[in-house]
């Protein structure tokens, strides 16, 4: 891997604190920003919408077949479009998609459809200039970027998460989509071997971003051009 080039997979439970997280981690190191929650909340929304339960695996498959899927960039951020459309935010972050997206999410044939995508997201950065990529979700240091720059796995006790929703007014079962997420059989919510535990519950968005920031410095920091 190109040590010129930065990955870093950012992994967590639901309201963790990714997203802010990783947007202002890709604006202070110029990196191409993913959100593969928003992935899995655009395949949920493309299924309701086409009325497949995710109990019927075959037909998942068969409905994503024929689902041509895309990268558009809005700034740093890497949006996915199914069918030539992305998705709104208000599609994505509906209650009827919160409550639904981690059932599909433990569908393999939707985490099979998704993989190549997310690997191919670093190709995508490396092709608009950015210096590197970071990736947040679940399964990012443990399947799809096991080999990334830098991995962390982000933490935050129940107020904190509970709070956080409850700013962004969002109804959101936190703790039944974490419990969902942690005991299916492909791609459990995991810290993975080797990946850096940090507890947000007690810093500020800043702190986070310093300390992200400073570790992605020791990563690199020795490392030889190939
Ligand atoms: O990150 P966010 O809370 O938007 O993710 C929505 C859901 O997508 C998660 O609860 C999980 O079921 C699924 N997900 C996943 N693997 C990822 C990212 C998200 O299973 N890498």
Same mark, same amino acid.
């Given at each position: 891997m190109n040590p010129d080039f930065v990955i870093i997979a950012v992994d967590g439970g639901a309201a963790s604190g990714k997203s802010s997280t990783s947007r202002l981690v890709a604006e202070r190191l110029n990196l191409m920003h993913v959100d593969t929650g928003s992935h899995y909340r655009a395949v949920t929304f493309a299924l309701i919408q086409a009325g497949?339960?995710?109990?019927d695996e075959a037909a998942v498959a068969a409905q994503l077949r024929g689902l041509p899927l895309d990268t558009q960039l809005d700034g740093r951020s890497a949006r996915i479009s199914l069918d030539g459309k992305v998705p709104s935010d208000d599609e994505l972050r509906s209650d009827a998609v919160n409550a639904a997206v981690s059932p599909y999410a433990a569908v393999p044939a939707v985490r099979q459809f998704l993989f190549n995508f997310q690997r191919s997201q670093a190709d995508v950065a490396r092709q608009n200039n950015f210096a590197g990529l970071i990736m947040e979700g679940?399964?990012?240091?443990?399947?799809?970027? @096991?080999? %990334? =720059?830098l991995r962390i796995f982000l933490e935050a006790d129940a107020a904190t998460r509970a709070e956080r929703r409850a700013a962004e007014g969002q109804s959101d079962s936190i703790e039944q989509r974490d419990k969902i997420d942690s005991s299916?059989? =492909? %791609? @459990?919510l995991t810290c993975p071997e080797g990946a850096i535990k940090i507890d947000?519950?007690?810093?500020t968005l800043e702190e986070v971003v310093d300390a992200i920031s400073n570790l992605v410095g020791t990563s690199t920091a020795g490392s030889t051009k190939n």
């Amino acid at each position: 891997m190109n040590p010129d080039f930065v990955i870093i997979a950012v992994d967590g439970g639901a309201a963790s604190g990714k997203s802010s997280t990783s947007r202002l981690v890709a604006e202070r190191l110029n990196l191409m920003h993913v959100d593969t929650g928003s992935h899995y909340r655009a395949v949920t929304f493309a299924l309701i919408q086409a009325g497949v339960s995710p109990e019927d695996e075959a037909a998942v498959a068969a409905q994503l077949r024929g689902l041509p899927l895309d990268t558009q960039l809005d700034g740093r951020s890497a949006r996915i479009s199914l069918d030539g459309k992305v998705p709104s935010d208000d599609e994505l972050r509906s209650d009827a998609v919160n409550a639904a997206v981690s059932p599909y999410a433990a569908v393999p044939a939707v985490r099979q459809f998704l993989f190549n995508f997310q690997r191919s997201q670093a190709d995508v950065a490396r092709q608009n200039n950015f210096a590197g990529l970071i990736m947040e979700g679940r399964d990012i240091g443990s399947v799809i970027f @096991p080999d %990334a =720059t830098l991995r962390i796995f982000l933490e935050a006790d129940a107020a904190t998460r509970a709070e956080r929703r409850a700013a962004e007014g969002q109804s959101d079962s936190i703790e039944q989509r974490d419990k969902i997420d942690s005991s299916r059989k =492909t %791609a @459990p919510l995991t810290c993975p071997e080797g990946a850096i535990k940090i507890d947000n519950s007690g810093m500020t968005l800043e702190e986070v971003v310093d300390a992200i920031s400073n570790l992605v410095g020791t990563s690199t920091a020795g490392s030889t051009k190939n």
